[in-house]
């Protein structure tokens, strides 16, 4: 007997073995040998296995819509993650820095006191012995820390060029690391590390020589940013240290080292941007004029009164580079490039602009703008390689819209044209070449066309609204979509010519592609000229293969002809010819049909009525004017091929039957088909045609000798 499971046809059945198969106790092997013990025949166990493969894509479907359902929530978790972690570092980065003005106020505030009231300073000193030091300790302790600078800047190979003797410059902090790659987290190799007050210095040590180092990395500190590394075991006591566009990893010995580091840089960040603050402020305050020695000319009154009109207007023209986010300006730079705000880091340049803007150029000036102009160069790096081919092509045109706006925000709208429409060449070839080349030749063709044409619209729309304002941009545009345009024709022609296709398939191959071509002029864009200049010469290559064909065809039932009437033997085999022929264009063709299914014509000059309205009609629909005399050539001669024949063969025949059945033959050609191609062909281009006319006309297309006997043909 058969298994329950295996006879259950409805939807019970269904439950009771999708309950099998889930149970946690299920054993495979059991279960088939169960079943084949149990199976009546082959019929059972297919049966059964239809079932089991139902349950399967069941299940399979059920999965895809619970990831497709749950897809866009892990998107979105993720983006709000991202948002959430980076708002949290910015709020420890400000909680930070406002941690460490209050310090340095605090500081400043108590050295002011002790200057104002030494007794003051000496009794806090001798309560409390962790306060500043006094001007002369002061001195002799960054007087120490110097030599110390130097004495461990002479154990590191390569940096005495690099790190010039300044009075101002003092160690502050070192010791050793291990380097670890940012990808793979793999050692890379140990380091020691030399802090500053306003640089860092990363030196390997040297093989074979204990306390040497090799100089290896020099980082200034305006364009540093210490991010703290969760600990991840084994990996932990982490640090990275971000120097647009590169970053590194630091392993620090222990944790109390690791935050001996993130505390120390991040003092020595603060105490630098403070001081720069405060150079900055002194060298926006004006200085005193010296006072001119007192002179008994009286007539010196007036100079000195314009001399002190002319002193406020000098006043006037001192830029204020003190304001806090003038200073916080290259931090803040480095900041929105290595969070990806491309749109927060324009708008502070363009405040910058608009603050600069009628100010004199002094010297501050300039070196503040050296300082932005770096980061500037920085954000272009990373907005040049957002639209390079490299990246990503999903998203369509609009993907790049973002790095376009502020490539063009920025003054660079040559290159974002140029990189858009790079990066758009790269997508559109990307997606010919998935496609997949099966089935009918005509299925891929307007598969092509859909892609391409598509893509280029998409191009177009998008590229007219990100350079609105950018005229001098649409001649590049024109250029490059001429250069898609012949990429494109190259896979048409690949397919459709170089595969020795049929003419009518050409034919609706070539009708496929000009009519997604007049799409493009939704947006007055037309190349239609361009398809047509670059397929003029496939084509011409497929009309004259297909004129050999025919005239070869021709020629062979030429060389069999016998001049018999046609027997088609039943009225329904007539009927079909009628209306071939009626679709060919040829309505009296009732006149030449005789009793019962005969017809009075030859089946040579029959078949060649066929072929050549055929050929014609295809033709057309792959007509334009570069084609014209192309086309009217083949035509000409294709037909004197048939017409030399009957010529020859009125001349040769002795036979008076056949002779008159030649002539009946020779008047259907004339009369009746040779008008209707000049008709046809007239309707296709619109002008009338002299060399078909001149063959009609004629009465004999080719004249020979009447004495010869012999076939010109």
């Keep these: 007997m058969a298994l329950s499971l ?85 709020l420890s980065h400000i909680l930070t820095e406002q941690k460490g003005i209050m310090e ?79 990808d793979h987290m793999a050692q890379i190799q140990r380091v020691h590390a030399f802090l500053m007050n306003d640089c860092l210095l990363v030196a390997t040590a040297l093989p074979n020589r204990r306390g040497a180092y090799r100089y290896d990395a020099l980082y200034p500190l305006d364009g540093l940013a210490v991010v703290n590394v969760k600990d991840n075991p084994p990996m932990k006591d982490m640090f990275k240290l971000l120097m647009f566009p590169e970053s590194r990893i630091f392993q620090a010995e222990n944790a109390k080292i690791k935050k001996e580091w993130l505390e120390v840089l991040e003092e020595t960040k603060r105490n630098r941007a403070l001081s ?8 926006a305050l004006p200085r005193p004029a010296p006072t001119p020695p007192e002179s008994t000319n009286p007539f010196e009154e007036d100079d000195d009164e314009e001399e002190e009109e ?46 600069l803007g009628d100010k004199p150029v002094s010297q501050p000036v300039k070196e503040l703008r050296a300082k932005v102009d770096e980061r500037v160069r920085q954000l272009t790096d990373v907005l040049v390689f957002e639209l390079s081919p490299d990246r990503s092509l999903r998203g369509g045109p609009r993907a790049t819209r973002r790095a376009v706006s502020q490539l063009i925000r920025l003054g660079q709208s040559t290159k974002a044209c140029e990189l858009f429409l790079k990066n758009r060449a790269a997508a559109v070839q990307t997606a010919i070449r998935q496609l997949r080349i099966e089935g009918a030749t005509l299925l891929y063709i307007h598969k092509l066309c859909h892609v391409f044409f598509t893509s280029l ?32 024709v190259d896979a048409f022609s690949k397919q459709v010519f170089d ?40 084509i011409k290559g497929a009309l004259q293969s297909y004129k050999d064909i025919i005239i070869e065809a021709t020629k062979h039932r030429n060389s069999e002809e016998m001049w018999r009437r046609m027997n088609l033997m039943t009225p329904e085999a007539l009927g079909k010819l009628r209306e071939e022929m009626r679709s060919c264009g040829v309505g009296n063709f009732d006149q030449y049909t005789g009793d019962d299914c005969w017809v009075n014509l030859s089946y040579t000059v029959v078949a060649f009525t066929k ?20 086309l009217l050539e083949s035509l000409v001669e294709i037909i004197l091929v048939a017409v030399q024949h009957v010529d020859y063969s009125l001349r040769c025949e002795q036979d008076p039957e056949k ?55």
């Design 104 to 182: 340095a106020v605090t500081q400043a505030l108590l050295l002011q006191a002790d200057r104002d009231d030494p007794a003051l300073g000496a009794r806090r000193a001798a309560a409390d012995p962790f306060l500043p030091l006094s001007a002369k300790e002061a001195a002799a302790s960054e007087e120490g820390r110097q030599r110390t600078l130097t004495t461990l800047l002479e154990k590191v190979e390569g940096c005495r060029d690099l790190l010039p003797e300044s009075p101002g410059k003092y160690l502050v902090y070192n010791g050793d690391l291990v380097e670890y790659d940012a």
């Design 611 to 630: 072929q050549t309205m055929a050929f014609l009609e295809e033709a057309l629909k792959l007509y334009f004017p570069e084609l014209h005399m192309v």
């Design 6 to 90: 295996s006879l259950s046809l409805g939807e019970g059945g269904g439950s009771r073995l999708r309950r099998q198969l889930e149970s946690g106790g299920f054993a495979a092997g059991e279960y088939v040998k169960q079943l084949s013990q149990q199976s009546d025949g082959d019929r059972d166990l297919q049966e059964h296995r239809q079932r089991i493969q139902a349950l399967s894509e069941e299940t399979a479907q059920s999965l895809k819509r619970n990831v497709y359902q749950n897809y866009r929530q892990f998107i979105e978790t993720a983006r709000e993650i991202s948002y959430l972690e980076s708002e949290m570092y910015q």
């Design 457 to 488: 619209l998409e191009t177009a729309r998008e590229f007219e609204t990100d350079f609105a304002g950018n005229n001098g941009c649409y001649s590049a545009f024109v250029v490059w979509a001429r250069s898609s345009m012949r990429m494109f």
């Design 276 to 283: 720069e603050k405060r150079r900055l402020e002194q060298e």
């Design 499 to 538: 595969s020795k296709e049929s003419l009518s398939t050409a034919a609706e191959c070539v009708k496929v592609a000009k009519e997604h071509c007049k799409q493009l002029s939704e947006i007055g864009l037309d190349l239609t000229f361009i398809i047509h200049a670059l397929l003029v010469k496939d």
């Design 659 to 713: 002779k008159a059945f030649i002539r009946q033959n020779a008047s259907f050609l004339y009369e009746t088909v040779l008008p209707v191609v000049e008709k046809r062909f007239e309707e296709g281009v619109g002008k009338p045609a002299k060399q078909l006319q001149d063959l009609r006309n004629a009465s004999r297309l080719m004249r020979v000798n009447p004495e010869s006997t012999t076939s010109v043909v």
């Design 310 to 355: 002319e002193e406020p207007s000098a006043e006037e023209e001192v830029v204020d580079l003190s304001l806090e986010w003038i200073q916080e300006l290259p931090e803040d730079l480095d900041v929105c490039i290595a969070q990806r705000d491309f749109e927060g880091a324009v708008d502070l340049l363009d405040k910058l602009n608009e603050y």
